[in-house]
Nanobody, 113 residues
Framework: QVQLVESGGGLVQPGGSLRLSCVAS????????MAWYRQAPGKQRELVAS?????ADYYIDSVKGRFTISRDGASVYLQMTSLKPEDTAVYYC?????????WGQGTQVTVSS
């Protein structure tokens, strides 16, 4: 069982920046995907960005050029810049390990003036 713990969420004004962090209870194999999802009120959870070290990154179109995903051993990060009100959501960390997907508990990001 892999535990994931997110941090770094909060309230930020439009145009501001936040850096989300997610620490796993063990190193995630570099060839396994780690990702960030988000879920806004009344909407389905959506994939925001994913990374497999040394292979490829994925970004949803709405965050391209503004968000950057990175990883290091047991951690994955999401650097968010030029935040917009529509980025408001609970952000979840996700990791694949030994045939299973694991989720964190989520961290709230609110973009509002």
């Amino acid at each position: 069982q892999v535990q994931l713990v997110e941090s770094g969420g909060g309230l930020v004004q439009p145009g501001g920046s936040l850096r989300l962090s997610c620490v796993a209870s063990e190193n995630i194999y570099s060839h396994n995907v780690m990702a960030w999802y988000r879920q806004a009120p009344g909407k389905q959870r959506e994939l925001v960005a994913s990374i497999i070290t040394g292979i490829a990154d994925y970004y949803i179109d709405s965050v391209k050029g503004r968000f950057t995903i990175s990883r290091d051993g047991a951690s994955v990060y999401l650097q968010m810049t030029s935040l917009k009100p529509e980025d408001t959501a609970v952000y979840y960390c996700n990791a694949f390990q030994r045939g299973n997907y694991y989720w964190g508990q989520g961290t709230q990001v609110t973009v509002s003036s």
